[in-house]
């Protein structure tokens, strides 16, 4: 492998990259060493069993178009998959039944597996020509290079958006009351510091009220909790289910409720608190 493809792969990890960032880099490079006319990476939808390009890099009159698609079972990856062949020279002879290949005109064709770390196939890394090209062993090492480094940024950035999720998750949890699924004391109490703080710039009123469910410890005593909580989440959406449109109901805790929202005038502010009970 040569000390300019070494140099130009280590100046582009040296850097934080997106996956689009790093494989639109890591084409050009694999287009001067294979010297062929068009380098992509695929992903394959098993699911649905079609094979998208995702990334492709033209240099010449081939044009792999991103976003292109064909059936998995019938594309020239899979073939060369199933024969277990990364090169061929001869793409229209050895293939004759690949349409998508005679298209296209094929024919030189490298491909090489991207496989993740449990070994499940994510897509493939293709270099593919309308001349006959020679057999290139530093191509060969630098797509076989360049298809690990693809894998583990694929994981990494699955990774990254997993912990994403699992933070929103997690501060959605933290915000959400268990039983009711309304927002609890907390997320109540940032609220009302954003109110508060919006109330004093716009020189408005905010509106509170407070609801504490009478004789509740009766229900629990006498049907028992389950009884008591489902009632509890009847409350709550019955009156989510009533709130003004931009107004947060929320549960305290225990038979405690409360309201949030911006202060009406006050003959509107009695007819909204009425249709409320």
Same mark, same amino acid.
């Given at each position: ?40 990476? #695929? @992903? ?78 994510? =897509? ?12 290139? /062993? ?19 950035? #699955? ?21 009711? =699924? ?36 009766? /229900? ?7 009884? =008591? ?12 289910? @009533? ?9 305290? =805790? ?7 929202? #911006? ?15």
């Amino acid at each position: 492998m040569s000390d300019f493809i070494l140099a130009r792969v280590s100046q582009t990890l040296a850097n934080e990259h997106s996956l689009e960032t790093l494989v639109r880099q890591l084409l050009e490079m694999l287009e001067l060493v294979t010297r062929m006319e068009s380098t992509y990476l #695929t @992903r394959i939808d098993f699911d649905a069993q079609r094979q998208h390009i995702m990334y492709a890099h033209n240099s010449s009159e081939m044009q792999i178009p991103e976003g292109f698609s064909v059936p998995w079972n019938d594309s020239l990856c899979k073939r060369a998959l199933d024969d277990r062949c990364i090169f061929s020279n001869d793409v229209a002879e050895r293939w004759r039944s690949c349409l998508a290949a005679q298209d296209l005109g094929i024919a030189t064709f490298f491909s090489i597996p991207v496989r993740l770390t449990d070994g499940s196939l994510f =897509g493939t890394l293709c270099a593919t020509s309308r001349a006959r090209q020679p057999y290139n /062993i530093e191509g060969e090492q630098v797509m076989n290079l360049f298809a690990n480094l693809i894998s583990h940024y694929v994981e990494k950035e #699955t990774l990254v958006q997993q912990l994403r999720a699992a933070n929103v998750a997690l501060e959605m949890h933290s915000y959400t009351d268990e039983l009711t =699924g309304l927002p609890n004391r907390r997320s109540l109490f940032k609220h009302l510091a954003a109110q508060f703080s919006q109330a004093r710039e716009q020189q408005r009123s905010v509106l509170l009220i407070f609801i504490d469910l009478d004789d509740f410890k009766a /229900i629990n005593d006498r049907f028992g909790h389950p009884c =008591g909580d489902s009632f509890l989440i009847q409350i709550g959406e019955r009156l989510a289910a @009533r709130v003004r449109s931009g107004d947060i109901v929320g549960r305290l =805790g225990g038979d405690e409720f409360l309201i949030v929202g #911006t202060g009406p005038d006050s003959a509107d502010q009695q007819e909204y608190i009425a249709a409320l009970r």
